[in-house]
Structure formats: structure tokens, C-alpha cells
């Protein structure tokens, strides 16, 4: 049941490995990348299944759509390899875990899922978001962590439950039927992740980028450019639907915002690094952290936006310290609003 | 008593001496289990002077005393258990000196933690003493004559080693110096003397009323981290210990468990504390830290969480404001606990057990454990929260702590601080000799039998 | 008792006693007495007694109770989030309990008198409300954007008196358009409410209800932090039938415009955040807005500020019952110590009870040469030259 939509024709026919050979982490030459390739075809250990990092890049990297990531995943659940430390990886799905506290509302359009972060509901505010509703919580939890941990088992277990929670007992009772994703992760959950795996989403995702865009065209009197320079720190679940990435560059021209051309961007940006530490690798964690930062630091940005709040949680005192705000995309527009950062 | 009224008013001055039931109700009590016992007095010294008068007033009338600093043991050895004069210190809470090249500092005994953490930070920023984990208002004389431990015990040892000299007023009324300060204007140590101060370490105040103490102090370094090292195998955890505390570079090593929230049950966490002069050093250390669990890392069968920076605020704290906060578990204000000080091969005994006494006696319960040096020993502790307003809960919460003082006696470790009922276990328990050699100490510094009567009693 | 279900979950942990640097002890009761039963563990744990009979009635106890300067440092420091918030409420509701019950220090005792037959606590006919602003040409309200409400110290005492007048001398001069109500002012009622005397609270809250009704206030600009913690919190809310702003939160809108005014050169001074309008309503920014609009004024800031400001011991009718007493571990004492230790040559003020408090202090301890305190307006309009 769910079964991974992976061809192992379309793999066994590619002759770029691009999935390999573009990895930023595991620097493959082409010969090595041919064997890894066959190993895993055979179900068997291979280097990248211990050694991946799990940035999901090499979705984006595959020409053929053909989910090489998801695939690694697959045959480290099977192979019963750990890229994270078991305990920290059972008490993570613990601590992940739907308790069951759902409180069916009737919701309205614009609906805002917020996954499982409470946190930010607070930013949902203003004309930005003027009217809308927002589902919270561990039982709309969108579940992709679990690729970091090796357990697309995890995945198929919650996710439909998730999504029946979020249909039943707010959209379709409200009449609504789209939703909007606040998160990279909850948007390529319900765009990629579920077809892949063969999961039903009754309802239409939409990308916060996609809102956002919209919306400033409906406020557009309202916006007084803010002639910034600001960095964008993609995150790992952006590069499960790379199609959002024109969005950000026509929202910072809305806003009159700049986003700084800087190594580590769009296809060549680098993970936030708190899965390397959940790996035990601090070592790499803490060279591309210095890589990213510094990167962000000499183009003199003065604000960096992040759109994935783990992204944002470990890299954000980082950030400040170097001079640099770290932001969430909506409260950047928010400023560019004249709404400042708390409702103005 | 009307005479012993006036007497303490005349040396404290009547703002400062009560024996109104108001007073008599409080300072029968600590936030603990035990039950209520009323002195006939409570006295607020300012001075030494004062309290030698107090002494000498009590030996005069044979009244029993009992000093008391913050109040917080939790296992009620501040209570009189026969009546009496309870001397509340906390008046005598002046920093008398620091010397920062000796890294020490002098304070009269009722100092509170808190407000000497607050004074070295503003003005001694380099240096710090080692914080317990009770609450601010705990005193640096009660904790290190319980013989303590907090943030600096994995590097230092219990606060009882980090104390350099005390003043003390004997039950017969004798102002005496301990350690260095005896001889020399310096506060510098107890060695190269006779170890005078084991008269009054983990005495319970049965020995005389200590009024002022030197400390050790420790660099205060800007660089702060800690790693919080999890398995799921309470046989892993001596090692985790034992690797992680003979690398030497962390500040503080203690564990955690417990069964809520949901998430923990069943999950040990050991947090590594430590600091540095300059990121590369922390980093450095980090990577010592880390190089010495190598083995359970590679096996996956343990691994540090990857908290970002915000999350680890908690954890960097000191004292841990969340500690205190396991008292309203039961929505009730109460826990106590047992520190069982053992080896630290005994973790997953310790830990079993405590998880079986407290389905036994069907409570909720938090343990955890504190390295004390390089790993000599632990203070393993068995907490159990109960609501003070439902009797039944209390006495659950009673008997689980009975029973837990029991077990760590049985494994080979020693309760610490232990309560009246655990004292006696422990003399029980204890060489005849040793016995003996404590009688014979109590008789000859409190011929009258004043100080803290019923505590340590071994007749 | 209502909040009587929260007394037991009290810990006595002591962190209620602290700022949260733990400089030095921050409940003002436990600061001069230094019993634990002085403390906000003891008395929760007293209050359970008394409610269980375990302890009777008796006047140490209401002394107790009453010595509460309500500052709020034990809600703002507990470190129990689920209760905390009604810590106060619950000391309010025990004492209303001994209002009741008839069970009240004679100092308490003679305020509530006071106030319930002279309608103010210095037994002064209603008249004399209206003296402080002689001279001043202050207008009669009558439908201005603001009513200035002076509130009894600032009527009636003098350092008060004083204050007032600085205070609408520079509103004026701001063209901020104020009216008063002179001799048909009357009190508030916070202190009345704090001292658990609800009838007589809730009777002024009624006869303020209605004057303000029937004269169209709309804006209200108090004085005294107690008022204006009074008419936010206490008088109705959603809707609330008029706005209310402290006169610091007026000055700190027009910084700009007050730069103009004078000039400091480098006149060193320090803060006092008043419980009432700091840690209760959390309104730390205007007044040091309005201070550092004064240019060359150095603002020096002591230990314990903001949330973990220390109370002057003018709080919970202590201003006027007196029961934490002087010497020199009153409250107010230990605060101007903490001022002068700045450095600083002013202690600023924002409250007309802090001002007597701490103006009262700066005497008791023979501090006259080196510290002076100053009401804001006071300092914008004549700061004094080093």
C-alpha cells in the first residue's frame, strides 16, 4: 500500500547520475557514481546510503523526476540503516506524534495551515492575511521530516490520517478547498510526497509564495518599496517543488526588495545544517554553516529571509550576529506593508 | 519562655524575633513531606556576635537550636523536632570579600545563591561559584554544609570541596575559625591543617552555627554550550558517564529522565555542559566531548540532539528555573526527593527501581543524576511531586520516598540530606566505630544536647 | 474565598522574592522584615492555614496581609505559569475577606474611614481638590480631547501638588488640550480597591462612570500610575467607555517636540519604573522616551528596572497606612541606595507616590548632596546644571 512511484527502468536507462554527481556533500566522480547507482538497484549497501545528508536536493537534480531521494530513503528503511542515532530518531517520532487534540471549527478562505508551528501563528496578521483562518497543530503535522530520519514508514502511516484531519473536519465542512501551505515542507508534502507515494489530497495546496504574490498585487497601493538588500536562505524542502523559486524573486521585486546574487542560492544552496547535527556531524554542520553565513555577510544584505522555521530557529542567532535580520518572508512584506513586524 | 522572649529581643532587637503563631506556623515547615514541627521561637541574627549570644542563651536554658538558611533541603531538617529557637541566617548575607587572583570569596553563611551569582556578575564577570540547582533563595552555608553539588560539581567536586574556611559558633558559644583563615588573613584553603570543617559538613547544624564561609570561585567563561546526549538504554548510561567525564573538559555532566511528556518515557538524556575562552575553544571541546562517545555515536545506539541555539537556553541556566517547576505537577506545590550519592556503575539499578517504586506506590515521579568529578560518584535523584492539599497524595509521595531510601541504602549508595526517619536508617546501617566517633563528637561540642535535637542522633 | 484553590500549589521556592538577576530581594515586605511569613510564599501558605482554621485571625496576621505593597514582583518572578497571574488576586480577595470580617490593621482601618466619609485619605473638605492648580488658568472640563484627572496625592499632598502643576504647566506648553474637574474630582479608587474595601471601590468607580458619562469624557490623562492602572484594568473594559493615558505616554509621543525645550549637559539621571504603570502594565518605553528627548540628558540605568523594577512601598495603600514602616531597610531607603550607587545626580519619578516615597528617602538617608529626585516633567522643564 502507498508504494514509492520510483521506475527502476527510467534509473537503470539515466546515464548523467545527475542525483549523485551534482551532490554538493558526497562529491562523486561519474565511475563511482555508475556503481553506487547499481547498488542500490540490487538493494544493497551503498556509500550514499550511509553517508546522504538529506538536503533532498537530488529531487530537484533528477531530470527525470524519477525520486532518487525518496528512493534512498526507501532502501535505508529497508537495509535498516539510521542516519540519525536511533534514540534520537524514536523519540523524534514520539515528539512528532498526533495526540488527538483537533477542535473541528468552521474555517474561511484564505485557511493557513501552519503544520506544527504554533509559534508563527502570530505572523499570520493583517491585511497581508486579512480574514483568514488557521489549523495548528500536531495532528496536521505534514510529516516529511521523517526523510531525514530513513522512515518513509512513518510517513505512510500519519500522512493520510493528517490529511483527513485537515479535510474533515475544516475544509469540507467549510466549503473550502484550498489551503495554504505556510511551509516548503507541507507544500512538496501534498504536491510531490503524497503522489509519489500514491496518497489522495482532496484539497488544493497553495504555496505561501503563491499567496503572497497574489495578495501584494491586490495591496499593491499599499506597498512602499524597501530598497533593501536581502538574502534568501532556501530551504531543503524547496527544492521538492523548485517551481516556487520564481515566486520569491517577483515578490522581492514587489516589495523592492533585492535579493542578493550569493553562491549559495537556488540550486546551489546549502542546507540550514540541524540534520548534519542530528547526524552527529557537527564537523560539516559547522563548515557549511561558515560557508552560508559568510556567504550572506559579503554581499552586505541587511536582512536574510527564511521560509522554513527550523531553517530559521538555527540559523537565525547566526544570522543576527552577523548584522543581518532574520526574517520570514511574510513579515519582510508585512514591513514593505507599512504593518512593521508586530501588526505595526 | 516569657524570659528567653525578651532575652532574644534584647539581642536581635524585637523586630527580629517572633513567637507569634504566624511565624511558629511557617518555620514549622518546609516545602517537603514531613510533618509540621513548631518552634517556640524564630530568631533573625545580624552578627556573629549576635548569634554567640543566642547560642550561649540557649545553652543557659537549655532550649534547643536550629540554624536554618533558605529552608529548601526539602527533607525537613530545618524543622525543630523539639521545640525550640529556629535562627533564621538569611539576615547575615553580606559578601565580605573576593579575592579574584585566589579565586575565592567570603560571605557570611546566609547569603543567598542567587544574590551572590548577581554580585560576581557585575562585579567579578570573570569569575563564578558553582550554582545549585535550588531555587536562588538557597543559602551558600546550608548547601555546602549539606555537602551540595550544582553547575561546577562534574569539574569541582560537591560543594563541600570547594569550601576554603569557615566561621563557626560552637554550641558552647566559642567563635572558631576553620581552615587557613585560622592562622593567616587569607581564606585560602583548608590544607596543609588538620581538617577541622568535617566538624560541621553534613552535620545538619548539630554542631554549631556556621556564620560565615570562603568558596572557591571558577573562571566564568563567555563561551557556553551543552550537548544533551540521549539513549534508550539505561545500560549505556555508566558508560556515557564515565567517557564523558574522563575527558575533563565540561563544566557539569547530568542526566535526566522521566516519564513525562510522552516523548521521554523511557529515553535517558545526559547533558554535557561546558565552556570556553573563545568559540574555537568551545568548538575544540565540543569535539573532545563528542571524539569520547565515538563508540555509542558509530553504533547508533546513542546520539546528541540536534537542538538550535534557542532551545538550548534552558539547559544553559543555572540554577534551572524548570526544576522548581516539577512542583506543580500535581497542581499541588510539592515535591521532595532522595539523592542517593553512589557509584555511578549503579545508574541502571537506580534507575529501575525508581521507575517499580513508583508504580509500587503509584505516583509520578523525575530522576536524574549528577556527576560529582571526574565521575567519582553520583548524586543519582529520585523525585516524586504530590498536591499538598490532598493528604492521600502526600502520603504516597511519603512512602515512595521512604521506600526509595531504602533502595539506595540497599544498593550501596547513601541517601543525602537524608530526613529524620532516613538519618536513622543510615545509623543503622553504619561501622560501630564510625558510630561511636560521631556520638562521642556530638558530646563533647553539645554537652546540652541543643543543637538540632533529634537529627544524627545515634542513641 | 474566591483564588483560594491556587494557595496551596504554592512551592516556596522564594524566586517570587527575586528580580530575575537575583541582585537582592525584591518583594518590598520580605525586604524590610525578613521573616518568611512576610514573604508571597508565606502568606499564600498563612492564607491556607487561616482558611483551614490551622491558624486564627489575628491583627500580625492582617499586618501581614495588609503590609503587601501589591507591587507585583512575585506575579511578574513566579516561575509556575499556571497560577501565577493570580497570586495577587488572591491576596486582594483574602484581604477583602478580612474587610469584611472587620479584621483590619488600624491604619487600614482609618484610610478606608477617610475615604469613605471625606471621600479622600487626608480628611480635607472636596474643595480643597482644586487648590493645586491655582494660578495655573487651568480650564473647567468641558468637552476637550483630554481630561487631566490629579487623583488624591496629586491634589492633596504636597510633593504631589507639586507634581501636578509640572506636569499640565508642560502639557500646556505641548498644546495638548486638557480640561479638569477641580473640586468636582474625585478618587479613583485603586487604593480602596487594593486594600480589598470593594464597596467603596466599586461606589467611586459608579460615581466616576457617571461624571465621565454625563460630561462626554472620552480621553482620560491620569497622573498617578494607580489611577490609570485603576480606570484600564478595573473600570469596565470591551468596551471601555473612555481611553486612558498616563501623562508619561503623552509625553513620550511628543519627544520631538520636547527637545526644544531645555538641554542637560550631561546630567546624569536614573529611572524609577513605577509598579503601576511598569511591571502591572507593562509601559516601561514612554517615560524614557519622554526623558531622553532632553538632550545631553545621560540616562543611567540601575540593576533592577523595567519588570524587575523595586517598589518604592508606596503600593497596595502603603502610601498611606504605613505598615512596612522606615528604617533603614525600608523599601524606599534600599531604592535610593540603588539610585545613588548609579552615579546618578537625579532619580527620576513618574508617580506622585514614589516621589514623596523616595524624595522622604533620599532624607532619611542623608543623601541630599548627592542625589535629587525629580518628577519627568520636572527634569524636561528645569533640569538642573551640573
Redesign the interface.
Known amino acids: 500500500m502507498n508504494d514509492l512511484k520510483f521506475s527502476r527502468e527510467i534509473c537503470e536507462r539515466c546515464e548523467t547520475f545527475d542525483c549523485l554527481t551534482r551532490c554538493q556533500y558526497l562529491k562523486m566522480d561519474f565511475a563511482t557514481a555508475r556503481e553506487e547507482r547499481g547498488r542500490l538497484l540490487q538493494g544493497e549497501k551503498a556509500r550514499v546510503l550511509e553517508e546522504c545528508v538529506t538536503c533532498y536536493a537530488c529531487e530537484e537534480y533528477c531530470s527525470h523526476g524519477n525520486h532518487p531521494f525518496y528512493h534512498i530513503v526507501e532502501r535505508q528503511e529497508q537495509l535498516g540503516i539510521?542516519p540519525?542515532?536511533?534514540?534520537?530518531t524514536?523519540?523524534q517520532i514520539?515528539?512528532m506524534?498526533p495526540k488527538g487534540k483537533i477542535s473541528p471549527k468552521k474555517v474561511q478562505s484564505p485557511v493557513v495551515n501552519m503544520c506544527y508551528f504554533p509559534m508563527f501563528t502570530g505572523s499570520i496578521r493583517g491585511k497581508l492575511f486579512e480574514g483568514a483562518s488557521t489549523i495548528v497543530g500536531s495532528d496536521f503535522f505534514c510529516n516529511v521530516m521523517w526523510l531525514h530520519f530513513g522512515k518513509n514508514s512513518v510517513i505512510r502511516e500519519r500522512l493520510p490520517e493528517v490529511i483527513a484531519n485537515i479535510w474533515e473536519h475544516y475544509l469540507s465542512d467549510s466549503g473550502v478547498e484550498e489551503l495554504v501551505c505556510f511551509h516548503d515542507e507541507c507544500y512538496g508534502t501534498y504536491t510531490r510526497l503524497a503522489p509519489a507515494f500514491g496518497i489522495k489530497v482532496p484539497f488544493k495546496p497553495v504555496h505561501i509564495f503563491d499567496y503572497l504574490n497574489k495578495r501584494l498585487d491586490e495591496l499593491k497601493d499599499r506597498i512602499q518599496p524597501l530598497g533593501q538588500k536581502v538574502a534568501y536562505q532556501r530551504s531543503c524542502s524547496n527544492r521538492l517543488v523548485p517551481e516556487t523559486q520564481p515566486w520569491v524573486d517577483e515578490i522581492f521585486k514587489k516589495i523592492g526588495a533585492e535579493r542578493v546574487d550569493r553562491k549559495y542560492d537556488r540550486e546551489n544552496a546549502l542546507c540550514c545544517g540541524?540534520?548534519f547535527?542530528?547526524q552527529?556531524k557537527?564537523?560539516l554542520a559547522?563548515d557549511v554553516q561558515k560557508r552560508n553565513l559568510d556567504d550572506m555577510a559579503a554581499t552586505g544584505a541587511k536582512f536574510c529571509v527564511f521560509s522554513c522555521p527550523?531553517c530559521l530557529?538555527?540559523l537565525?542567532?547566526?544570522v543576527f550576529k552577523r548584522g543581518i535580520m532574520p526574517i520570514l518572508l511574510n513579515d519582510l512584506c508585512q514591513i514593505a506593508l507599512g504593518e512593521g513586524m508586530k501588526g505595526g | 519562655m516569657e524570659d528567653v522572649y525578651q532575652e532574644l529581643a534584647r539581642i536581635v532587637g524585637p523586630a527580629y524575633v517572633s513567637n507569634q503563631p504566624e511565624e511558629r506556623f511557617i518555620y514549622s515547615r518546609d516545602p517537603g513531606t514531613m510533618e509540621p514541627r513548631e518552634p517556640d521561637f524564630v530568631v533573625l541574627p545580624a552578627t556573629t556576635d549576635e548569634v554567640q549570644k543566642i547560642v550561649l542563651l540557649a545553652n543557659r536554658k537549655k532550649v534547643p537550636l536550629v540554624p536554618m538558611g533558605g529552608g529548601l533541603v526539602l527533607s525537613g531538617l530545618s524543622r525543630p523536632l523539639k521545640g525550640g529557637i529556629v535562627l533564621d541566617l538569611k539576615r547575615m548575607n553580606r559578601i565580605l570579600e573576593v579575592n579574584e587572583k585566589s579565586r575565592y570569596v567570603l560571605v557570611e553563611a546566609g547569603t543567598s545563591q542567587g544574590m551572590l551569582q548577581a554580585y560576581l556578575k557585575k562585579n567579578h564577570p570573570t569569575l563564578k561559584h558553582s550554582v545549585p540547582d535550588s531555587p536562588p533563595m538557597a543559602t551558600i552555608g546550608g548547601n555546602v554544609l549539606i555537602h551540595g553539588s550544582g553547575h561546577l560539581s562534574h569539574a569541582a567536586g560537591f560543594h563541600s570541596e570547594m569550601l576554603n574556611g569557615l566561621e563557626a559558633v560552637l554550641p558552647t558559644g566559642e567563635v572558631v575559625k576553620i581552615g587557613s583563615c585560622s592562622i593567616s588573613p587569607y581564606w585560602f584553603g583548608r590544607a596543609p591543617l588538620p581538617d577541622l570543617a568535617g566538624l560541621f559538613l553534613g552535620w545538619f547544624g548539630t554542631t554549631g552555627v556556621v556564620t560565615k564561609v570562603a568558596i572557591k570561585l571558577y573562571p566564568n567563561r563567555p563561551w557556553q554550550d551543552v550537548g544533551v546526549f540521549?539513549?534508550?538504554d539505561p545500560e549505556l548510561v555508566p558508560e556515557v558517564f564515565y567517557q564523558a567525564a574522563g575527558v575533563q573538559v565540561a563544566e557539569d555532566i547530568t542526566a535526566w529522565m522521566a516519564p513525562k511528556?510522552?516523548?521521554?518515557r523511557g529515553?535517558q538524556h545526559v547533558n554535557i555542559n561546558y565552556a570556553a575562552d573563545t568559540p574555537e575553544e568551545l568548538?575544540w571541546k565540543?569535539?573532545l566531548i563528542?571524539a569520547s562517545l565515538k563508540k555509542l555515536?558509530d553504533q547508533?545506539?546513542?546520539?546528541?540532539?540536534?537542538l538550535?541555539?534557542?532551545?538550548k537556553k534552558n539547559f544553559l541556566e543555572a540554577p534551572q528555573t524548570t526544576l522548581a517547576q516539577f512542583a506543580d505537577v500535581r497542581k499541588g506545590g510539592g515535591f521532595e526527593y532522595v539523592g542517593g550519592i553512589m557509584p555511578i556503575e549503579l545508574f541502571p539499578n537506580a534507575y529501575r527501581a525508581g521507575i517499580e517504586i513508583a508504580a509500587r506506590q503509584g505516583t509520578t515521579y523525575s530522576t536524574g543524576a549528577r556527576i560529582i568529578g571526574p565521575g567519582h560518584c553520583m548524586m543519582f535523584f529520585f523525585a516524586y511531586p504530590f498536591n499538598r492539599a490532598d493528604e492521600a497524595d502526600v502520603e504516597r509521595a511519603r512512602r515512595a520516598l521512604e521506600e526509595t531510601n531504602g533502595l539506595v541504602l540497599d544498593l550501596g549508595g547513601i541517601p543525602w540530606k537524608a530526613e529524620a526517619p532516613a538519618q536513622r536508617q543510615i545509623l543503622g546501617r553504619m561501622d560501630p566505630g564510625t558510630l561511636n566517633l560521631m556520638d562521642r563528637i556530638r558530646a563533647m561540642l553539645d554537652p546540652q544536647g541543643i543543637m538540632n535535637p533529634g537529627n544524627w542522633e545515634v542513641r | 474565598m474566591e483564588f483560594a484553590d491556587i494557595l496551596h500549589r504554592c512551592f516556596r521556592c522564594g524566586y517570587c522574592k527575586f528580580p530575575d538577576n537575583y541582585q537582592d530581594f525584591n518583594c518590598p515586605s520580605y525586604s524590610k522584615f525578613r521573616f518568611e511569613t512576610y514573604s508571597p510564599g508565606g502568606r499564600m501558605w498563612l492564607l491556607r492555614a487561616w482558611l483551614n482554621q490551622e491558624i486564627k485571625t489575628s491583627p500580625r496576621l492582617a499586618e501581614i496581609l495588609f503590609s503587601c505593597a501589591t507591587c507585583g514582583n512575585c506575579v511578574e518572578h513566579c516561575v509556575f505559569p499556571k497560577f501565577k497571574d493570580d497570586i495577587l488576586h488572591a491576596f486582594l480577595a483574602a484581604r477583602e475577606e478580612m474587610v469584611n470580617q472587620g479584621i483590619v490593621p488600624p491604619a487600614v482601618r482609618d484610610y478606608l474611614k477617610a475615604l469613605q466619609v471625606h471621600g479622600n485619605p487626608y480628611k480635607l473638605p472636596g474643595g480643597e481638590r482644586e487648590k493645586w492648580s491655582t494660578g495655573l488658568d487651568l480650564e473647567p472640563y468641558a468637552g476637550q480631547e483630554y481630561l487631566f484627572h490629579a487623583g488624591c496625592v496629586g491634589s492633596l499632598d504636597e510633593r504631589g501638588m507639586k507634581m501636578a502643576r509640572s506636569v499640565v504647566v508642560l502639557l500646556k506648553w505641548l498644546g495638548v488640550p486638557f480640561g479638569v474637574l477641580g473640586a468636582g474630582e474625585i478618587c479613583d479608587g485603586n487604593e480602596a480597591r487594593s486594600l480589598g474595601e470593594k464597596g467603596v471601590f466599586q461606589s467611586l468607580r459608579e460615581q466616576n462612570l457617571q461624571a465621565f458619562r454625563t460630561l462626554g469624557v472620552k480621553k482620560v490623562i491620569a497622573l498617578s500610575p494607580h489611577a490609570y492602572h485603576a480606570f484600564k484594568n478595573d473600570y469596565p473594559r470591551d468596551p471601555a467607555p473612555f481611553e486612558v493615558f498616563h501623562y508619561t505616554q503623552v509625553l513620550g509621543a511628543r519627544a520631538k517636540k520636547l527637545s526644544g525645550l531645555s538641554s542637560a549637559n550631561g546630567l546624569r539621571v536614573t529611572y524609577h519604573d513605577p509598579c503601576y504603570l511598569g511591571r502591572h502594565n507593562q509601559e516601561y518605553q514612554a517615560p524614557r522616551r519622554a526623558l531622553k528627548s532632553v538632550p545631553g540628558l545621560q540616562l543611567v540605568e540601575m540593576g533592577r528596572v523595567k519588570g524587575n523594577s523595586f517598589c518604592c512601598g508606596g503600593g497596595g495603600g502603603n502610601f498611606f497606612t504605613d505598615l512596612l514602616g522606615g528604617g533603614p531597610e525600608s523599601p524606599a531607603r534600599a531604592r535610593v541606595r540603588e539610585a545613588a550607587g548609579t552615579g546618578a545626580s537625579v532619580l527620576a519619578v513618574a508617580c506622585p507616590n514614589c516621589a514623596r516615597m523616595l524624595e522622604d528617602a533620599v532624607k532619611a538617608q542623608d543623601l541630599q548632596g548627592e542625589i535629587t529626585v525629580k518628577e519627568i516633567s520636572e527634569i524636561i522643564q528645569g533640569p538642573m546644571q551640573t
Open positions: 539510521w540519525v542515532p536511533k534514540p534520537v524514536k523519540q514520539l515528539m506524534a540541524t540534520i547535527r542530528a552527529q557537527d564537523d559547522d527550523a530557529f538555527t537565525g542567532e547566526s | 540521549v539513549t534508550e511528556p510522552d516523548w521521554a529515553f568548538i565540543r569535539n563528542r555515536i547508533k545506539t546513542g546520539g546528541f540532539l540536534p538550535p541555539p534557542p532551545m
